[in-house]
């Protein structure tokens, strides 16, 4: 695991303009593999091995009204995490103050719920039960493998703050009212 942990860097002090721009960009590649290419690609295997898409009625619609502010979601903590934590989502380019605002004060992983919410709702309007399983696959490898990793690094580095947070904040069911921190004094 100390290798592991050894992959977080901090990002380097950069203006806000340009975590932006780095954080839109790595958005962007991941949105294109994960929201677009690999749906595409499990569907024509699905075809391949002669799965058939799945149907419902209001199917040309309906996922979209939880697509819209998944993806939102997503966007919007892509945002805080440049703006606020000063730096961006990549582990190797992570932020460098502890993010605690906008998304964050209400799920600890606001952005795996909007993109793995975004991926599952492509996968209803795709019909494809491969897509549905890729994204709740990929919740549970985040939870199981990757969520220890980061929050130790996050303990680590943030101490009791974190600890506080996380003791407050759940991973993936948000909360009504944002978190807001204890201040001494």
């Known amino acids: 695991m100390a290798w592991s942990l050894s992959r977080f860097k901090p990002a380097a002090p950069a203006s806000t303009k340009r975590n932006l721009l780095k954080t839109a960009t790595q958005g962007s ?16 295997l699905e ?25 939102l979601l997503n966007l919007y903590s892509g945002y805080s995490m440049a703006t606020l934590g000063h730096g961006t989502p990549l582990p190797t380019d992570c932020a460098r103050s502890l993010v605690l605002g906008g998304a964050y004060g209400h799920v600890r992983n606001p952005m795996g719920v909007g993109g793995l919410l975004a991926m599952a709702c492509v996968g209803c309007a ?53 978190y807001r921190p204890m201040r001494d004094g």
């Open 29 to 44: 590649v991941f949105w294109l593999l994960f929201v677009v290419a690999a749906p595409l690609l499990l569907v024509r």
């Open 47 to 71: 075809s391949i091995v002669g799965l058939e898409q799945f149907e419902f009625p209001s199917q040309t619609w309906s996922p979209w009204i939880v697509f819209v502010p998944a993806a």
């Open 126 to 178: 795709l019909g494809s039960p491969f897509t549905i399983a890729l994204s709740i696959c990929g919740g549970v490898v985040w939870n199981v493998f990757v969520r220890p990793i980061e929050e130790r690094e996050l303990e680590d580095r943030f101490g009791a703050d974190y600890a506080a947070y996380k003791s407050s904040v759940r991973c993936w069911v948000p909360r009504f009212r944002a």
